[in-house]
């Protein structure tokens, strides 16, 4: 029983790029959340997805980034002309439904741009 | 606006002593708290929890203690062993929320 799937786990964009982050929850999780790390800063909440559905996107930078979480296929971190300043850790995580407890988070995404 | 904070980014204690990590809370809606152990290049793995009808939550050499009054929440590791260093994280929620963390304490372990 794998648990949550990140992918890549390392990914180097050049400026300009677009970075493209992939998250596959547990088994029977239906609810997804993605959070990103700066350089020794804490975890800063970005958006919380249903299937097909945007939830909560308070945490999301307003331009140029974008999430989804389809019916079928993994839930994606979609980031458009990257800078430097979006270089980071992304971690996303799971739970079985909304309200629950039990977060389980992937080993999450490094990002780089150079 | 930071809901969670924990005020110390590192600590260091010796093999064999206790090691106590600090959080604290501003939004009184919380009702469920978390820590989260982080390695370097891995995700946070949960650690242990507690409710807040509860003031305390033991399993095996951990402990968390929660005052609501104070809204402080703390983690006791007893006996410190060195493969407890790593990166841990306060965090908090409430039903149908995310959870929101603090920005981590790194503890480091001396043999």
């Known amino acids: 029983n794998a648990g949550v799937m990140q992918n890549p786990r390392h990914l180097v964009r050049r400026r300009g790029q677009e970075a493209r982050l992939r998250c596959s929850p547990m088994?029977?999780?239906?609810?997804v959340y993605w959070y990103r790390q700066l350089p020794e800063e804490g975890l800063k909440f970005m958006v919380y997805?249903?299937?097909?559905?945007?939830?909560?996107e308070s945490g999301m930078p307003k331009e140029r980034f974008s999430a989804e979480f389809p019916k079928e296929g993994p839930s994606i971190l979609r980031i458009q002309q990257v800078v430097r300043g979006d270089s980071a850790a992304y971690f996303c995580?799971?739970?079985?439904?909304?309200?629950?407890?039990?977060?389980?988070f992937g080993s999450g995404t490094r990002l780089t741009v150079v | 606006d930071q809901q969670v904070k924990q005020n110390s980014p590192s600590l260091s204690v010796q093999e064999g002593r206790i090691s106590i990590l600090n959080c604290d809370y501003t939004n009184s809606m919380f009702d469920y708290f978390l820590w989260y152990k982080k390695y370097p290049a891995e995700g946070p793995t949960f650690l242990i929890s507690i409710s807040s009808i509860k003031d305390k939550n033991e399993d095996g050499r951990f402990t968390v203690f929660l005052n609501k009054s104070a809204k402080h929440l703390s983690l006791h590791i007893v006996p410190s062993q060195p493969g407890d260093s790593a990166v841990y994280f306060c965090a908090a929620l409430y039903a149908g929320n995310m959870l929101t963390f603090g920005g981590g304490t790194r503890l480091m372990v001396k043999p």
């Open positions: 995580a799971s739970s079985p439904a909304q309200g629950s407890y039990g977060y389980t």
């Open positions: 088994k029977g999780h239906s609810h």
């Open positions: 997805l249903q299937k097909e559905n945007i939830i909560d």
